[in-house]
């Protein structure tokens, strides 16, 4: 098995992608946390078409506290297991009651409704918290594996492996790093390899070249 310095060879993919802001639309921590469970399952350009109406109608959790289900139906009923996120969220606005007593803590997070490790993660980063985990997201499965950087299929079983392979101060990066590289260049079909900032360290860019030799 290869011996690879994962926290050195993965630096110019972190600097590629550092601060860059996640591509749900959101405007507040509030907003953030909504479109986050909105999103699961469901694409992060239909969640930014559909919120906006529905952000001028509940504009903070306090509103939505008061919302009832057919309220939240019209506005957001289309999004993929839309009944459950609807559930979720009323029951989510009921237990915070205000913006201000959103937490990003891990801990905090995944106790409530809708909200699971890569949720929770996705929050903490764009809240600018600290790390306790890496997101591992639809396209973070893809492109580990590719690189050679973890093996599992399972996305707590994954993160763990990247946690132990990335220093906990790159965490925050590492995961939406990862996520836009395969958004961007580690594609489904036809990657780009050549122009990935990680290719030197691939495996999976190592026997596409290895087949052409």
């Given at each position: 098995m290869r011996k690879v310095d994962w926290a050195k060879a993965l630096q110019p993919l972190f600097q590629k992608y550092i601060?860059?802001?996640h591509p749900l639309d959101y405007k507040n921590r509030y907003q953030l946390v909504v479109m986050v469970i909105l999103s699961a399952r469901d694409s992060d350009k239909h969640v930014n078409d559909i919120t906006p109406p529905f952000f001028k109608a509940f504009p903070t959790m306090k509103r939505l506290a008061k919302a009832k289900a057919g309220d939240l139906q019209k506005f957001i009923g289309k999004v993929r297991n839309g009944r459950n996120k609807i559930a979720w969220l009323m029951?989510?606005?009921?237990?915070?009651?205000?913006?201000?007593?959103?937490?990003?803590?891990?801990?905090e997070l995944t106790v409530l409704a809708g909200i699971g490790r890569k949720s929770a993660n996705v929050i903490i980063r764009e809240s600018g918290g600290k790390a306790e985990g890496i997101i591992v997201d639809l396209h973070v499965l893809r492109v580990a594996?590719?690189?050679?950087?973890?093996a599992d299929e399972d996305p707590r079983k994954m993160e763990k492996q990247l946690m132990e392979a990335i220093p906990q101060e790159d965490w925050n990066e590492a995961g939406m790093a990862l996520s836009f590289l395969g958004r961007e260049i580690c594609r489904p079909t036809d990657p780009k390899c050549p122009l990935c900032p990680a290719n030197k360290v691939c495996s999976y860019y190592s026997g596409i070249r290895g087949k052409h030799k």
């Amino acid at each position: 098995m290869r011996k690879v310095d994962w926290a050195k060879a993965l630096q110019p993919l972190f600097q590629k992608y550092i601060g860059r802001k996640h591509p749900l639309d959101y405007k507040n921590r509030y907003q953030l946390v909504v479109m986050v469970i909105l999103s699961a399952r469901d694409s992060d350009k239909h969640v930014n078409d559909i919120t906006p109406p529905f952000f001028k109608a509940f504009p903070t959790m306090k509103r939505l506290a008061k919302a009832k289900a057919g309220d939240l139906q019209k506005f957001i009923g289309k999004v993929r297991n839309g009944r459950n996120k609807i559930a979720w969220l009323m029951d989510l606005a009921k237990t915070i009651g205000t913006d201000e007593r959103i937490p990003t803590a891990m801990d905090e997070l995944t106790v409530l409704a809708g909200i699971g490790r890569k949720s929770a993660n996705v929050i903490i980063r764009e809240s600018g918290g600290k790390a306790e985990g890496i997101i591992v997201d639809l396209h973070v499965l893809r492109v580990a594996p590719r690189l050679g950087i973890a093996a599992d299929e399972d996305p707590r079983k994954m993160e763990k492996q990247l946690m132990e392979a990335i220093p906990q101060e790159d965490w925050n990066e590492a995961g939406m790093a990862l996520s836009f590289l395969g958004r961007e260049i580690c594609r489904p079909t036809d990657p780009k390899c050549p122009l990935c900032p990680a290719n030197k360290v691939c495996s999976y860019y190592s026997g596409i070249r290895g087949k052409h030799k």
